[in-house]
């Protein structure tokens, strides 16, 4: 299984200082920024936009890790690449031509990822899997913070991650050290976090704790 990667969502941090959220995860050890990017209509909210990539990119070094909860996002692919993202993840709900989509994306240097939401069945990404470095398993429905964690996922990571032993397999929605270890213990190895590491007080303190307990 590939390494263990925890990677704070901006989404929890403090609108009115966005920086000053970046760098806390920078400073914190996290591995990678989560953006999470709504555009009101695949998902009942709105959140970020290419400018929000743009401004994390100044100010971190490490990774960003964007996902895309967009309808149709294949028009946006270059908005993001050329900003800044280093990962880029789309939803396979949408009827859209997803291999399309995941190659342009290669070809701009970004890596592809594909997410699925906690109903869509594991058959529907067959056909994209070589396309892309990352999966990404929501554990709640996508559009909101805070939300109660999902374990609908947990057999279906296990199914995937026993027939793709190097795959980053994800997780996003409820992530706590307790439900990170249910999804570790099935196979995820990238954790996509929001409040529970934006509400506590110390998080490198937290993040440190988490690698020791969530040790295989
Ligand atoms: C949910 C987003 C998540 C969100 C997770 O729609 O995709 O990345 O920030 O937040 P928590 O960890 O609070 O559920
Ligand atoms: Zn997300």
Not at 107 to 131: Q, T
Request: aromatic share 4%; hydrophobic share 45%; charged share 20%.
């Amino acid at each position: 299984m590939p390494e263990l990667r925890i990677n704070p969502s901006l989404l929890a941090a403090d609108i009115g200082h966005l920086a000053d959220g970046c760098r806390r995860v920078e400073d914190a050890g996290a591995d990678e920024l989560h953006l999470d990017l709504m555009d009101g209509h695949f998902v009942p909210n709105m959140s970020f936009s290419p400018a929000v990539v743009e401004m994390a990119r100044k100010v971190v070094d490490i990774p960003l890790n964007v996902h895309l909860m967009m309808t149709n996002p294949g028009p946006y692919v270059d908005a993001f690449c050329d900003v800044g993202a280093d990962s880029l993840l789309i939803h396979i709900e949408p009827d859209i031509d997803h291999a399309a989509v995941l190659k342009h994306i290669r070809k701009k240097g970004v890596k592809p990822g594909i997410v699925l939401n906690p109903n869509s069945v594991l058959e529907l990404i067959v056909p994209v899997l070589p396309l892309v470095d990352e999966v990404l398993f929501m554990t709640v429905f996508p559009g909101f913070g805070g939300q109660a964690f999902m374990p609908e996922p947990l057999a279906r990571i296990k199914t995937l991650r026993e027939q793709n032993p190097d795959l980053a397999i994800s997780v996003d929605g409820g992530i706590n050290l307790e439900t990170a270890s249910r999804c570790v213990e099935h196979g995820a190895n990238v954790l996509d976090v929001g409040s529970s590491l934006f509400n506590v007080e110390d998080m490198k303190a937290e993040i440190t704790k988490w690698r020791g307990m969530l040790k295989a």
